[in-house]
């Protein structure tokens, strides 16, 4: 009886490869990973180990690395237009924002040979947008119907920014009442002894937009994501602009998937969406600060 027993154990062991499903593929040679629930054996003189993987197992886990948050990366900008000659001049009026008094001082001009250009005055995204008027584009909202002042872009991106702007328009699902871009000024970064900023904002390149500024402020100390209610603002505290309230004024507030931007996120940034509990709501730009 234990003579036929083991004699039977013995048969079964090697006659389990004849009803066994196709063999595994090596996943050496395969060009996607191979279904964990496909039941196959292991062929004869693979070298690859067979791991199984426990979700719930909290060893496995253990050696994994942190995952890591994805960095919001600058557009990519367009191609520069080849026949476009570079400037000789370079001129700009600027200024550095007062931390202390809430406002701009230190106004100073500037007027030197394009040459003379340096690193820090062009946009490190961007770098053939520079500070200076000379590489600015204006764009007269008048020529397609819109009653705002005129504003100046970076020329890399005034095409870009302008037919934006008209099919905001066009949709008729957007009132565009004011507009800014190119404005040279020391507004972000480190801030000096004087309490002065030291860092150039991206308007400083022409590489941003404000849209209804007086309607879509921007704030600090969020906590919440920006989803197209002034209830998402309530905890935050306000700073320059008018007050965010999509339901009360539609046709003016700037909302995340609204025309305005559908049209500007097509080629930059929203400041509504940006990291951190500071939101920009009023603003597009390269990266969106």
């Known amino acids: 009886m234990k003579k036929s027993f083991i004699f039977t154990l013995l048969l079964s062991c090697f006659a389990l490869p004849a009803f066994a499903q196709t063999p595994c593929p090596n996943q050496k040679d395969e060009a996607k990973p191979v279904d964990p629930n496909e039941k196959c054996k292991t062929k004869l003189g693979d070298t690859d180990p067979v791991l199984f ?17 994805p960095v919001a990366n600058p557009t990519v900008p367009p191609k520069a237009n080849s026949a476009r000659q ?16 809430k406002r701009s001082t230190d106004h100073f001009d500037v007027s030197k040979s394009y ?25 007269d909202p008048h020529e397609f119907g819109v009653s705002a002042d005129t504003i100046r872009i970076c020329h890399l991106y005034a095409d870009q920014v302008k037919n934006a702007l008209i099919a905001i328009h066009k949709s008729g699902e957007f009132d565009i009442e004011k507009l800014e871009g190119y404005r ?96 920009d709501i009023m603003h597009f730009s390269v990266t969106g600060y």
């Open 53 to 69: 993987v426990f979700p719930d197992d909290k060893k496995a886990n253990d050696d994994k690395k942190p995952e890591e948050k």
């Open 86 to 101: 570079a400037p000789t001049a370079c001129t700009y009026s600027a200024y550095a924002w007062d931390t202390k008094k």
């Open 115 to 139: 040459a003379e250009v340096t690193d820090e005055e062009r946009d490190p995204n961007a770098p053939q947008c520079t500070i200076c008027r000379e590489d600015q584009v204006v764009i």
């Open 184 to 279: 040279p000024g020391k507004t972000r970064g480190a801030v000096d002894k004087n309490g002065l900023r030291t860092q150039w904002s991206q308007h400083s390149f022409g590489t941003a937009i404000d849209i209804n500024a007086h309607k879509n402020a921007i704030y600090s100390n969020c906590t919440t994501p920006i989803n197209n209610s002034a209830q998402d603002v309530k905890s935050c505290k306000k700073g320059i602009g008018g007050a965010y309230n999509p339901e009360k004024q539609p046709r003016v507030s700037i909302v995340k998937g609204g025309v305005v931007y559908r049209e500007m996120t097509k080629f930059w940034k929203w400041g509504g969406e940006i990291e951190g509990s500071t939101k």
